[in-house]
């Protein structure tokens, strides 16, 4: 059974600090993973995709990494503004064909201080 | 493009009264997902639809929850009759097969069922 952890649950950090988010997951048979931010109250914003074919994606100020083999990716945060703060998700699909189930992690509060 | 559509946003009802949320997916997904949010946990899937027949429905709670998605377009998630435990965010999803990104999940706002 698949399950996916995110490390810390809760962070706060200065403004313009680079940060790193961890995903780990239990199960390294994965068709993708995605990388969505919550705002307070609000649904699930995409942010990143990563197909497992891939290493990495970016976009903007973020970059997603992804290593299979160790059940692991990161969502990199580079200048951190308080516009960042939100809930960050990681979500993984298995690979088995034809299930499109998504687990989701419990998140990372993130809180940037200006 | 206009992105999913739920609806109501906020719901308060006493227990074992039925309630009904509504979603409109983005135009040309043909997969939709019903999703329970927790307080601070992530989204749990509840019910997956690809066009009208439900395809994956095993953690849906059958003898309180219903859904339909008539015409593989817009659907409905019910409950009845509503228990204490059912308070939490119902939010829906829904991606496009083939196209870029591949199989990237859209989400609505939700709806903030309260249940007394």
């Known amino acids: 059974k698949q399950e996916v952890t995110q490390i810390p649950a809760a962070l706060s950090v200065p403004e313009g600090e680079n940060l790193v988010l961890n995903c780990s997951f239990t199960d390294s048979a994965i068709y993708n993973l995605q990388w969505f931010r919550q705002d307070p109250g609000k649904g699930l914003t995409s942010l990143l995709l990563i197909q497992s074919s891939q290493r990495e994606q970016t976009s903007g100020r973020l970059n997603a990494s992804l290593d299979k083999s160790s059940g692991r990716s990161t969502l990199y945060i580079a200048a951190s503004q308080p516009g960042d703060s939100a809930t960050y998700l990681c979500a993984v699909r298995r690979s088995t064909s034809g299930t499109y189930k998504y687990i989701f992690g419990t998140g990372t509060r993130l809180k940037v201080l200006a | 493009e206009a992105g999913v559509v739920q609806s109501p946003r906020y719901k308060i009802i006493e227990k074992k009264q039925p309630v009904a949320f509504w979603c409109n997916p983005i135009s040309g997904h043909n997969t939709l997902y019903w999703y329970r949010q927790n307080l601070g946990q992530g989204p749990e899937l509840l019910i997956r639809y690809e066009n009208e027949e439900a395809v994956d429905d095993s953690q849906l709670p059958k003898d309180r929850f219903s859904a339909e998605r008539l015409k593989g377009v817009d659907s409905t998630l019910k409950i009845q009759p509503a228990e204490l435990g059912d308070s939490a965010v119902y939010l829906c999803?829904?991606?496009?097969?083939?196209?870029?990104?591949?199989?990237?999940?859209?989400f609505g706002p939700g709806t903030r069922l309260t249940v007394l």
């Open positions: 999803a829904s991606t496009r097969r083939g196209g870029r990104p591949y199989n990237e999940q859209f």
